[in-house]
């Protein structure tokens, strides 16, 4: 896959570290600034969705994460 629009997206994961994608938020960005500006605002609905975590992953390579949605 060659880079382009829509190439960030976050992947959350539960408590055991398993991906979760029932009741996330899906969302594709052109650039990290983007994606992370959008999941500031949506957090709380992966939490609410049973995320305990996330990573932000550009095509296929991981960004950063998992980040824990609760406080360290």
Do not use: C, K
Not at 2 to 16: E, I
Not at 20 to 46: L, R
């Amino acid at each position: 896959m060659s880079a382009g629009l829509g190439d960030y997206r976050w992947v959350a994961f539960d408590s055991a570290g398993a991906v979760v994608s029932d009741g996330i938020p899906a969302g594709f960005f052109p650039t990290q600034a983007d994606a992370e500006a959008w999941f500031a605002e949506s957090w709380e609905e992966f939490a609410d969705a049973g995320a305990a975590a996330v990573s932000l992953v550009h095509v296929e390579n991981v960004v950063y994460g998992p980040m824990p949605l609760t406080p360290a």
